[in-house]
Structures are given as structure tokens and as C-alpha cells.
């Protein structure tokens, strides 16, 4: 039997799940560095007449005893439609048997490991007297960073910038109202950016909202939200040949990452600069921070084993609890 999961039983099944969800995804990284785990860059598929991508994101794991594929259709056009830019599926095999073992909405899934991720590499590179974290963008990524970076840390303050200030109060309310921590609403990303100890950048944007000179040594950067095209960043040149890189994967970056290419293209950066994977940091295999000095950046662009991970929770937990839908797909 195939089980199927949507968003509203996804969302119910992660409410309480912060630090599973993170161990799980912690752990995948390390999997990968140990090689129990496969991870091929995804492919992009660009249909003649549209400026839509589809990408088709792999991974196979032997602990989670799962191959999975997510499908991640990135249409711009959806915009001016009203409707959601990015959109996605998981569909996870059993990879002793080949069965379907469930189908998965891919947008709170995505969300909330793509959170976990950043709460992993902050854990792995910030230092850890960091007391402000800062947020430029405050949509829906940026809530899921908030309920993942949070508890169970010792920030004092969150400073924040959104280009819609109504949504960006609306944030820093919240913060105080559900977590008891001092927010506040700045007056653009270079206040952010100079304010804080740990930066998250959580925009679709094409152009950099960071600059390098914003940059004080000692910060930990998370970039987060540009979407996974070689010509988006958020980050400007300056900015990423100041820090010491660590992707989330390296083959995934070298064709997915405009925050790493654009440089590279333009004789800024070399490969072996964003060679080391947060996999390898968390298994003691490379250095991440070496020095309270050190400018760490961890370039997020969201990998298919991540939703492995998360994929492998969600339908443990939900034949625990007895939710979501199943339905024999070879009858």
C-alpha cells in the first residue's frame, strides 16, 4: 500500500517535531559524507516556450531503506497568476522491494527541512556566543527559520527586514508574542545584515541584497532563499570571497548555485573554495569555523536527501498516529 500525505496532515504530523526533524536531517548529511547515502545533482529540465524549470531531485539512502525523486516545478509566470512560483511532490520507493511507499506534497516538507538545514549548519558554524539573529525576508521560509533557529538557543534578539513592512511587523509580533524574544523591524538588509551575529537571507532574489562590506568578521551567514538557478544570488562576489564556504553539496552547487557560480565565472572564486560539505563538517572529515573571527557562510540551495530524511520521519510517524491516505497503486 502506498501512503499519501498533504500538507494539512504534514503540518499536523511536524507541529512538534523541531528537533527530529533536525537530527534527521543532520544525520543524512553525514550519511552522505560516510557514503551511505547517494546524492547525483539534479537535473533541469527547461520545456522550449516557457521559462519554467523542473527539477528533478534524487537521492537514495541505506539507512532510510528509501530512493526518493522530488519534482520542483520553478515557474515565474505563476506570479502574475497569483499562484505559488514553486510547487512540488515526493515520491519515495522502498528500495529493498521497488514498491511505492508513499507520495508526499513537497511545500511544508520543503519549508521545514530546508529550516532544519540552516538550524544544522548554524549549530555546526556560528560561534556560540551569538546573541542576535537576523532575518532578511519574511515570508513563509522565513517563520519555518524562525520555529527551527529559535528554542533552545541563546539569542537575545531578532532583527528582521521585509520588503512588505505590514508582513515584517506582523513577524516580529509573533516572535515576541509565541517565543518571548525582543524582535524588531529595521530599516533595510544592511542594518540587518550589520546588526547581526547570525544572518539568514530568506528572498527569491536575483540580485544580491547583501554586500560584502556589510560583513563584520565573527558573523555566520545562511543563504537561504534564492532559488536553485546558476544566475540567482543573494549575496554579492565581495561578500562570498569573504567567508570560509560550506555547501550543503557540491555537485548540487557547482550546477545549482548562482551565490558560487556567478563568482567562479567571474575569477573571484576556484572550486576547491566551495568544495566542503556540511555533511564532512559534521563528521569531522573538514574544518567549518576554526577561529571566533572567521567569516562562515553556509550556501544553502536544498538537496534531495534532505527530503529523504524528512520523508522517512513523516511516514514513520504517521503509521504510528494512523494518518494520511493509503491506496494500492497495482490494483
Known amino acids: 500500500m502506498t501512503l499519501i500525505l498533504t500538507r494539512s496532515t504534514i503540518r499536523a504530523l511536524l507541529a512538534d517535531q523541531v528537533e527530529a526533524v533536525e537530527a534527521a536531517v543532520a544525520r543524512a548529511h553525514r550519511d552522505l559524507a560516510l557514503g551511505r547515502a547517494v546524492l547525483p545533482a539534479p537535473p533541469a529540465l527547461r520545456p522550449p516556450g516557457g521559462d519554467g524549470t523542473f527539477l528533478a531531485m534524487a537521492a537514495a539512502s541505506a539507512p532510510d531503506g528509501l530512493a526518493t525523486v522530488k519534482l520542483l516545478a520553478d515557474l515565474p509566470g505563476n506570479r502574475e497568476r497569483g499562484l505559488p512560483v514553486q510547487r512540488s511532490a515526493v515520491l519515495a520507493v522502498d528500495t529493498a522491494t521497488g514498491v511505492c511507499h508513499a507520495l508526499l506534497d513537497g511545500a511544508e516538507l520543503t519549508r521545514v527541512r530546508t529550516a532544519a538545514a540552516t538550524a544544522v549548519a548554524t549549530r555546526a558554524l556560528a560561534r556560540a556566543d551569538a546573541t542576535t539573529l537576523g532575518l532578511v525576508g519574511t515570508g513563509p521560509l522565513a517563520r519555518a527559520h524562525v520555529r527551527a533557529l529559535l528554542p533552545g538557543r541563546p539569542y537575545e534578539q531578532v532583527v528582521l527586514w521585509g520588503r512588505t513592512p505590514s508582513r515584517a511587523h506582523d513577524l516580529a509580533a509573533w516572535i515576541t508574542a509565541e517565543l518571548g524574544l525582543a524582535a524588531k523591524v529595521l530599516d533595510g538588509p544592511r542594518a540587518v545584515t550589520e546588526a547581526s551575529d547570525v544572518l539568514c537571507t530568506l528572498t527569491p532574489s536575483r540580485e544580491p541584497v547583501v554586500e560584502g562590506a556589510w560583513l563584520t568578521p565573527g558573523q555566520h551567514i545562511n543563504a537561504v532563499g534564492a532559488p536553485p538557478r546558476p544566475d540567482h544570488r543573494e549575496l554579492d562576489t565581495a561578500a562570498v570571497v569573504r567567508c570560509r564556504i560550506v555547501v550543503d553539496a557540491y555537485e548540487t552547487a557547482r550546477t545549482k548555485s548562482g551565490e558560487v557560480l556567478i563568482p567562479l ?67
Open 265 to 331: 565565472a567571474e575569477g573571484a572564486l576556484r572550486e576547491d573554495d566551495f568544495r566542503t560539505e556540511l555533511g564532512a563538517v559534521l563528521a569531522g572529515a573538514a574544518p567549518g569555523r576554526t577561529a571566533d573571527t572567521d567569516l562562515t557562510l553556509f550556501d544553502s540551495v536544498g538537496v534531495g536527501l534532505q527530503d529523504l530524511a524528512v520523508t522517512r520521519l513523516l511516514t514513520d510517524l504517521a503509521e504510528e498516529r494512523g494518518l494520511g491516505t493509503r491506496i494500492d497503486l497495482g490494483s
